[in-house]
Nanobody
């Protein structure tokens, strides 16, 4: 069983930055791909970014590429999402997810955090 806990959300002005963290329990963290998804009110959960277990491979949604950076520290069982140049349309609840498969689909992940709110004002 893996538990994921996100932190780092908050309210920021457009153009600002936030760094989200996802702390994982369990010894299998380094074997799991870790991903970030987000869900805005009235919208479906959408893919943001994913990183492989080693950290060597990453994939980003077109809407965040060049502004967001996903990373991980396996020694700390933690994944991160650095968000720069935030826009009002980035406002959503952000979820981290983990699993053995490298996927951009929500159904590719067995483990989810509780979510953290990110709000960007214009």
């Amino acid at each position: 069983q893996v538990q994921l806990v996100e932190s780092g959300g908050g309210l920021v002005q457009a153009g600002g930055s936030l760094r989200l963290s996802c702390a994982a329990s369990g010894r299998t963290f380094r074997n799991y791909a870790m991903a970030w998804f987000r869900q805005a009110p009235g919208k479906e959960r959408e893919f943001v970014a994913v990183i492989s277990g080693s950290g060597a491979t990453t994939t980003y949604a077109d809407s965040v590429r060049g502004r967001f950076t996903i990373s991980r520290e396996n020694t700390k069982n933690t994944a991160y999402l650095l968000m720069n140049n935030l826009k009002p349309e980035d406002t959503a609840v952000y979820y981290c997810a983990g699993g053995p498969a490298y996927s951009v689909r929500p159904d590719g992940y067995a483990y989810w955090g509780q979510g953290t709110q990110v709000s960007v004002s214009s």
